[in-house]
């Protein structure tokens, strides 16, 4: 499956197990984990929406992406 690479902006490429992610053109080569923290960390828009999902409860606040490392 084809996906944005997070370092080049290229086609990247999505094992279809989601079990790693890899780019020819920048040689990026990480798991789907990596994947996800890498452009959380990097793309203000993802670790907004991650930081919904840290366990957040009622009255508490949802965390920060150092929860998620």
Known sequence: MKIKCPKCK??????????????DNCDLDMSYGEYVKFVAHNET???DILGDYTGSTE???AGSLDEWD
């Open 10 to 23: 290229k086609n990247a490429e999505l094992s279809m197990d989601f079990s790693f992610v890899k780019c």
């Open 59 to 61: 009255g508490q606040a």
């Open 45 to 47: 828009t993802y670790s």
